[in-house]
């Protein structure tokens, strides 16, 4: 009997956004989902200004670049919620 090895990578894949969740996409095919309340600055912003992100912190994070937000891939592992 063997014992295959998990390969987690816990880097950014995808990010999307819906009208109350946000969900992340690591590479490792792991999905992250969190409420958009939790995170004020992606609540209150447009759908346009949410639709700009990239991956940033070595593929470990998520910056919004027109509402100045950025999420860590271990902050939503632990569930921590973003600055109002």
């Known amino acids: 009997m063997s014992i295959s ?3 987690r990578d816990a880097r950014v894949d995808d990010v999307s ?5 946000l969900e992340v996409k ?3 095919g792991r ?3 969190a409420p ?3 995170f004020p600055r992606l609540l209150s912003a447009t759908e346009a ?3 700009v992100w990239e991956i ?3 593929g470990y ?3 919004w670049p027109k509402i100045d937000e950025d999420l860590s891939v271990d902050g939503l592992l632990t569930g921590a919620q973003g600055q109002g």
Do not use: P
């Open 5 to 7: 090895a998990i390969n």
């Open 17 to 21: 956004i819906s009208d109350d969740r």
């Open 31 to 33: 999905r992250v989902s």
């Open 61 to 63: 994070g998520v910056h």
């Open 56 to 58: 940033c912190a070595g």
């Open 49 to 51: 200004d949410r639709a």
């Open 36 to 38: 958009l309340a939790w």
């Open 26 to 28: 690591l590479r490792d």
